[in-house]
């Protein structure tokens, strides 16, 4: 971490200044750049012992943050990165496991419950607390709700690691998902004008 924030951040915020020229913003050089950042990153914690995605993350933050990567870059590589590895990482991991027979509908309901529960009325009454009004802090722990590909990596190296069984791995799957598709209605429905 600090020689991917201490060492890496200023060098590849020079290379990004040298790399980029002003007439032209749609640079592959500086998308191979993140990316070859990001796979020695991955490479490096892979090596330390650590997972891949831990260093890939860190070299996210040192570019990330950067005054001189360009909006249009940004969001490149964002569309790049949605397009491209989130596709693959769900089909990998897909390939990898039957989730037909994993899958527990007890435990699945009890996830889904407990996750709900803890961060719509966490988030909720807290923002009521605040002074907020309670539509609007529902919409809050509406919003704090969903869950996305973060939690299913971080289920996947639990399963790896043999912290969780494949069935716990599923629920997880399937609250992430649920969650998601949960907060855009119900954000919508409680932000609608009266």
């Known amino acids: 971490v600090a020689v991917g924030l201490l060492i890496v951040r200023p060098i590849a915020d020079r290379l990004l200044a040298r790399l980029q020229t002003p007439g032209d913003p749609a640079n592959g050089s500086v998308l191979s750049l993140i990316m070859i950042l990001a796979l020695l990153g991955g490479a490096a914690t892979q090596a330390l012992g650590v997972h891949a995605v831990f260093g890939a993350f860190i070299m996210g933050i040192a570019i990330g943050d ?22 693959v990482f769900f089909g990998s991991m897909a390939l990898r496991l039957d989730f037909a027979k ?37 919409a809050i722990g509406f919003g704090m709700n969903s869950r996305g590909a973060m939690e299913i990596l971080l289920a996947m190296l639990a399963m790896e690691a043999g912290i969780i069984n494949e069935k716990l791995f599923v629920a997880l799957v399937i609250m992430a998902v649920f969650t998601s598709m949960l907060s855009g209605p ?9």
């Open 66 to 87: 950067s005054r001189r990567l360009r909006e249009h870059t940004r969001q490149m590589l964002h569309e790049f990165v949605t397009s491209v590895f989130t596709p």
């Open 186 to 194: 119900a954000l919508v429905r409680l932000l609608r004008p009266k």
């Open 102 to 138: 994993a899958f527990d509908l007890r435990l699945v309901v009890i996830v889904i419950t407990v996750a709900c529960a803890a961060k719509i009325v966490g988030c909720a009454v807290g923002a009521r607390v605040t002074g907020v009004a309670w539509r609007e802090s529902a």
